[in-house]
T-cell receptor
Framework: DVKVTQSSRYLVKRTGEKVFLECVQD?????MFWYRQDPGLGLRLIYF???????EKGDIPEGYSVSREKKERFSLILESASTNQTSMYLC?????????????FGSGTRLTVV | EDQVTQSPEALRLQEGESSSLNCSYT??????LFWYRQDPGKGPEFLFT???AGEEKEKERLKATLTKKESFLHITAPKPEDSATYLC?????????FGPGTRLSVLP
């Protein structure tokens, strides 16, 4: 089975801290994505990457950046955490850009910024 | 604006009580409608993809159907283990728009 692993299930950070969320996939997928999930809003795309060292802004990139130095690893960075970034963060990957069976998601990181 | 809505927001069923969840979309140029299941504390897990009006897919007690403006996820004789949040997502081009989900609880 394809696995997408997010390094932390729960994180609590202080306002203004720099926060790193890590995601690793083990199936040689080209494409990786970061979403945030908030009640009533669905999943919203923050950033995505179709290749190593490549990144593209999604729908809500403000306050975030990403890094993809290796194919299997895609990191989400909160440059200066704020309380409105408290959310569930989901990483996903896929072999194709338009996969017929959707994305494979990680279990999520629930981030609380206090 | 491209939009995906789901109804109801939450649904409580007794075990064995069949029902349907709705996903409505206003995306033009649909390239696929996806259903996912999400258990508490976990990421979404893929269930079905539908591509054209009239298409149906089935898996155990779940059946997904698609029209030009909406999709239904029919749950027949549900069991408590079917309790989860069900998400739909619409693809247009290479982008996805996710709905907010329906939280289903099946009581024994």
């Amino acid at each position: 089975d394809v696995k997408v692993t997010q390094s932390s299930r729960y994180l609590v950070k202080r306002t203004g801290e720099k926060v790193f969320l890590e995601c690793v996939q083990d199936m040689d997928h080209e494409n990786m994505f970061w979403y945030r999930q908030d009640p009533g809003l669905g999943l919203r795309l923050i950033y995505f990457s179709y290749d190593v060292k490549m990144k593209e802004k999604g729908d809500i990139p403000e306050g975030y950046s990403v890094s993809r130095e290796k194919k299997e690893r895609f990191s989400l960075i909160l440059e200066s955490a704020s309380t409105n970034q408290t959310s569930m963060y989901l990483c996903a990957s896929s072999l194709y850009r338009a996969p017929r069976d959707g994305y494979t998601f990680g279990s999520g990181t629930r981030l609380t910024v206090v | 604006e491209d939009q995906v809505t789901q109804s109801p927001e939450a649904l409580r069923l007794q075990e064995g009580e069949s029902s349907s969840l709705n996903c409505s979309y206003t995306v033009s140029g649909l390239r696929g409608l996806f259903w996912y299941r999400q258990d508490p504390g976990k990421g979404p897990e893929f269930l079905f993809t539908l591509y054209s009006a009239g298409e149906e897919k089935e898996k155990e007690r779940l059946k997904a159907t698609l029209t030009k403006k909406e999709s239904f996820l029919h749950i027949t004789a549900p069991k408590p283990e079917d309790s989860a949040t069900y998400l739909c997502a619409v693809r247009y081009g290479q982008n996805f728009v996710f709905g907010p989900g329906t939280r289903l609880s099946v009581l024994p």
